[in-house]
């Protein structure tokens, strides 16, 4: 078949079944298209184990020279606002912010704080000041972590005698209320911090930190406790700028464990941090066992590392412990002295591991802090030296009280997330008319999220003829089955083609959730629809996509597993079934010679794959056929659906998406005509080209090989 590279695709031919050249009786459609001997089931790399926060090792490579790293920074940056729900960012409303009850300690003072970092949403902390500054002094912001009672932590005098007796504290303060001796030493050391609350945590208890926003719903939307947490600190960082007598162009940012994790995202999110000091968060080991911690899409093809190299070639030191974080020395700070040296400053980032302590920020981590600090905060006369202070009790530091209570406008959590989808659904109506008035652009803004979501666009097939291909005959029709390999990934799709018997007019690509057996009817023929096709010279190729057909894993009775207590701990380390099916199609597509007329097909489920695929085929396609049956993502309940793609409604829902699709012509069935999802499409490339239908029921089989055969 003239249509198709065969000779260009890897086979795993001791997988494929018995001779070169066969013909077949009557069989059924699965054994009739079988690939993989019986009982053999398919060696794609994605099918076992996934990927979680826990594996013993994250690897990530930098590239190899500046001009490629800046393009990966870039997108890296990309995939944490995403995932971070920050794509579009939520508007920078007034912040209110209320500022009271000065507790005078000598030479610091500390000062209550809350403001809101969306209407109705209040980020409360302690603000501490050195009591005498001459002129403006360095901003430093601290996000406290996981640790007990967070910023109110008190440890007590058993373990504050232990972190002494082990070395790790000087004082009994500093034992007792490790995190008050982290704000106040940097108050004496001449510089204004800011700790605010986790959400969750201390006097922010309005939404909790692990039970709200993990459902499909909020996930559908991107709505998701590390992203409202991140917001609360790029608004914490406009807070503290905000302040009269803090130098903006010395700003810093230092927090452990959960706040190493914001520390290192906000500086990558955030030109205005000057310095960072993520300690003991930043390895190629555990990512974060947290949902503030985790999102959908934030760690796919990348870690933890490779987040925080997007600072460079800014000030980072980090610490390690004995947890995961012990091996950061060897594992982490070479990968990042190498993104460094692309800026000739290697000396710019720093770690130091103490293994003889566990998950910490005790004294030790923090004189390495305090050094770091004053080197790129230019702090030369300040001691580096904690001394002895004076602790200041829960009450005291709690920001509401009977003079200044938590305002009546605070929102619930359910109050709190339909004002975010309001928002967002404004944002799309605005994203529709920016599409109607200006398609390019709307295309230009959107590409960047259709490659962290789905795939970065067609791929390549890698491989090389290493064995034959299996040859049958089935009713006077020459089938080819093989596989197509991407052997970077290890990922491989069950393929089966049908030659035309003579000079091909074009292939036709047709998927179907059933898989590549769809092309046969039950006595394992193939169905009068194909035969059509081919005996037209038409070549007609087929697939099982991830997790259909052949492609699919014994253990996955249910499809791809999905945590059931946040879909963030899966699908921020894995790609969604959906996003992997449209890779597979994304890598037939690229098969067929280009010279050829291209007609693809989505029938059943795969509709909805085939239309998402279409948005990054960009004009390989003449003709593409998909019926939708009605579907939307605001249907599915279950993060475990296969269909459950993570900000799909934020950006449109299938028609949203879907008007991105640029095939030159577009039929579309079970599309109600008045539809939200129709009224989106009709602003795409093939509407505007005249060359969009939209029809209320899905097409027959028949009906749509009458529209390949009468293509014009």
């Not at 009982?39 to 990530?60: E, M, V």
């Not at 944490?80 to 000065?102: D, Q, Y």
């Not at 004189?367 to 001394?387: D, F, N």
């Not at 005291?396 to 009280?401: A, P």
């Amino acid at each position: 078949m003239t249509g198709f590279r065969f000779p260009q695709i890897l086979i795993l031919a001791s997988l494929l079944m018995g001779t070169s050249v066969s013909s077949f009786a009557q069989e059924t459609a699965e054994s009739i298209s079988r690939v993989f001997r019986e009982g053999r089931s398919s060696p794609d790399a994605r099918l076992g184990k996934l990927r979680n926060l826990r594996d013993a090792y994250h690897p990530w490579t930098p590239p190899t020279n500046k001009n490629d790293w800046i393009e990966t920074a870039e997108k890296i940056r990309t995939q944490l606002k995403v995932s971070n729900g920050l794509i579009p960012a939520w508007p920078k409303t007034p912040l209110n912010a209320v500022v009271h009850g000065e507790i005078h300690r000598g030479d610091y003072i500390v000062q209550r704080v809350f403001f809101e970092s969306m209407p109705g949403h209040y980020v409360s902390g302690n603000l501490y000041r050195p009591t005498k500054l001459d002129g403006k002094a360095p901003g430093i912001l601290s996000p406290h972590g996981h640790w007990t009672d967070a910023r109110f932590s008190d440890m007590g005098e058993e373990a504050a005698l232990k972190a002494i007796a082990e070395g790790g504290e000087n004082y009994m303060s500093g034992g007792r209320h490790h995190i008050q001796a982290r704000m106040v030493h940097l108050a004496r050391m001449g510089c204004i911090v800011f700790h605010y609350d986790m959400v969750g945590y201390s006097d922010s208890k309005v939404i909790d930190h692990r039970a709200d926003f993990a459902d499909a719903e909020a996930g559908s939307w991107l709505i998701n406790t590390m992203g409202l947490q991140t917001w609360n600190s790029l608004r914490a960082l406009d807070f503290l700028t905000s302040l009269p007598d803090v130098d903006t162009d010395r700003v810093a940012v230092t927090g452990a464990s959960g706040g190493g994790t914001q520390t290192f995202m906000l500086a990558a999110l955030d030109d205005r941090v000057d310095v960072a000091f993520p300690a003991v968060m930043v390895s190629t080991a555990m990512q974060g066992g947290c949902v503030c911690e985790n999102a959908d899409y934030l760690r796919q093809g990348i870690n933890n590392v490779a987040m925080a190299a997007v600072f460079a070639p800014k000030p980072l030191g980090m610490t390690g412990a004995n947890d995961w974080t012990i091996d950061i020395e060897t594992k982490g700070l070479p990968e990042l002295k190498q993104v460094y040296s692309f800026y000739d400053k290697p000396s710019k980032v720093y770690a130091e591991a103490h293994p003889e302590f566990g998950h910490n920020y005790n004294y030790v981590s923090r004189a390495i802090m305090y050094q770091w600090m004053a080197e790129y905060l230019h702090l030369p006369e300040a001691s580096l030296v904690e001394t002895d202070f004076w602790p200041i009790p829960k009450e005291e530091l709690s920001v509401f009280d009977d003079q200044h209570p938590l305002p009546e406008n605070s929102k619930s959590p359910a109050e709190l997330r339909q004002q975010m989808i309001d928002y967002l659904k404004r944002q799309n109506t605005a994203m529709a008319a920016l599409a109607e008035s200006d398609l390019p652009k709307y295309r230009e803004q959107m590409k960047p999220v259709l490659e962290v979501i789905l795939d970065e666009g067609l791929p390549l097939v890698e491989g090389s003829d290493v064995g034959p291909h299996e040859k049958i005959l089935v009713s006077g029709h020459t089938l080819n089955k093989g596989v197509l390999i991407r052997k970077q990934h290890k990922e491989i799709i069950p393929i089966i083609a049908i030659s035309p018997k003579f000079e091909s007019r074009g292939t036709v690509l047709w998927f179907d959730q059933q898989g590549k057996s769809h092309l046969f009817d039950e006595e394992g023929n193939i169905s009068d629809e194909v035969v059509r096709l081919v005996d037209a010279g038409f070549g007609v190729i087929s697939a099982d996509l991830f997790l259909t057909g052949e492609a699919t894993y014994p253990d996955w009775k249910e499809g791809m597993p999905v945590d059931e207590k946040y879909s963030g701990y899966t699908f921020g380390y894995n790609k969604t079934t959906i996003a992997q099916r449209v890779r597979d199609i994304l890598t037939v597509v690229s098969t067929p010679k280009a010279s050829q007329e291209l007609h693809v097909i989505g029938t059943g489920d795969a509709g909805l794959w085939t239309l998402l695929a279409g948005t990054l085929i960009e004009d390989a396609v003449d003709t593409m056929i998909v019926n939708l049956d009605g579907f939307s993502f605001a249907n599915i309940t279950e993060t475990s659906d296969p269909n459950y793609l993570p900000g799909a409604l934020r950006y449109g829902d299938v028609g949203g998406l879907g008007l991105l699709a640029t095939p030159k012509r577009l039929e579309m069935g079970g599309v109600a005509e008045k539809s939200q999802t129709a009224q989106l499409l009709k602003l795409g490339t093939p509407a505007q080209n005249g060359k969009l239908r939209i029809e209320s029921e899905n097409f027959s089989r028949k009906q749509i090989v009458d529209l390949i055969l009468n293509a014009k």
